[in-house]
Nanobody, 124 residues
Framework: HVQLLASGGGLVQAGDSLRLSCAAS????????MGWFRQAPGNVRECVAK????????DYADSVKGRFAISRDNAKEMVVLQMNSLKPEDTAVYFC?????????????????WGQGTQVTVSS
């Protein structure tokens, strides 16, 4: 059983930074690829970043490339999303998710476990 707890969201101004954390309670955390998704009102949930089991590979949505960085610490069972140069269009609820697939596709159904979401609001 996997439990994910996301934190770090908040209200910031455009250009500011936020650091989202996801603490996992799971046996063999390193067996899971991890992803961060976001969902704005009226929009589908999209994958903004993902990281492989051993952190050797990362991938980002085009909209966040160069601004967001995903990392993980398998010893601490944690994954972090560092978000810089935030824009109003980054406003959404952010979810961390775990996938047992070696390199999951950027779709929800490749991820088995989800955190509760943390709200990020960026004002202009």
């Amino acid at each position: 059983h996997v439990q994910l707890l996301a934190s770090g969201g908040g209200l910031v101004q455009a250009g500011d930074s936020l650091r989202l954390s996801c603490a996992a309670s799971v046996r063999f955390f390193s067996a899971y690829s991890m992803g961060w998704f976001r969902q704005a009102p009226g929009n589908v949930r999209e994958c903004v970043a993902k990281i492989s089991r051993g952190a050797s590979s990362t991938d980002y949505a085009d909209s966040v490339k160069g601004r967001f960085a995903i990392s993980r610490d398998n010893a601490k069972e944690m994954v972090v999303l560092q978000m810089n140069s935030l824009k109003p269009e980054d406003t959404a609820v952010y979810f961390c998710a775990a996938s047992p697939i070696n390199w999951p596709r950027n779709i929800e159904r490749d991820y088995n476990y989800w955190g509760q979401g943390t709200q990020v609001t960026v004002s202009s």
